[in-house]
């Protein structure tokens, strides 16, 4: 009876181990399919441009336009290389588009970093010649301190030798 419960139970064992097998290879051929799918459908979405009529261009460029004059006269932050606009720079349509160009907008965040960086460096420096200051009069202080105890020991002795 040992023997035939002990071939019932690796028999069983071994069904339910193929089982398993079984089940990972279909989980995984799902995900593969379901990657593959997905995949698919982001090749058929494609992002159509958007279509900007003449008249709109026209627009922005005179906006533009106005934004350079009225920087030129008022003196503002940012300077523009033309003061009438991105068409006379000799700039194409296409350069304006949806995004301002480059040329006409100067970034100035970086600059403003390194400032300041620059100037905390400089504030560093400062304190630290401060201080290297104070240490400086603070050891001819002690050395003083110093010397005045060295005489008023000298002293002492001295009296002490005169007393005998």
């Known amino acids: 009876e040992e023997d035939l419960l002990n071939d019932v139970c690796r028999e069983v064992v071994e069904r339910w181990s193929d089982s398993q097998v079984v089940d990972a290879k279909e989980e995984k051929e799902d995900e593969v399919q379901a990657i593959a799918s997905m995949m698919e459908k982001q090749a058929r979405i494609v992002v159509k441009p958007k279509e900007v009529s003449q008249e709109e261009k026209q627009r922005k460029a005179a906006l533009l336009a106005q934004y350079a004059n ?15 606009g991105a068409a006379s720079c000799g700039l194409s349509q296409s350069v304006v588009g949806p995004y301002p160009t480059p040329a006409l907008f100067r ?7 390194l400032n300041a960086r620059k100037l905390e460096r400089e ?20 050395k003083l301190a110093k010397q ?5 020991e000298k002293k002492r002795t001295q009296k002490g030798e005169r007393k005998r």
């Open 70 to 84: 009225s920087e030129g006269e008022g003196g503002g932050g940012t300077s523009f290389p033309c003061a009438t």
């Open 107 to 113: 970034n100035t965040n970086v600059e403003d970093v």
């Open 123 to 142: 504030l560093l420096r400062d304190e630290f010649q401060k201080k290297k200051e104070q240490d400086k009069l603070q050891r001819e202080k002690d």
């Open 148 to 152: 005045e105890r060295k005489e008023k």
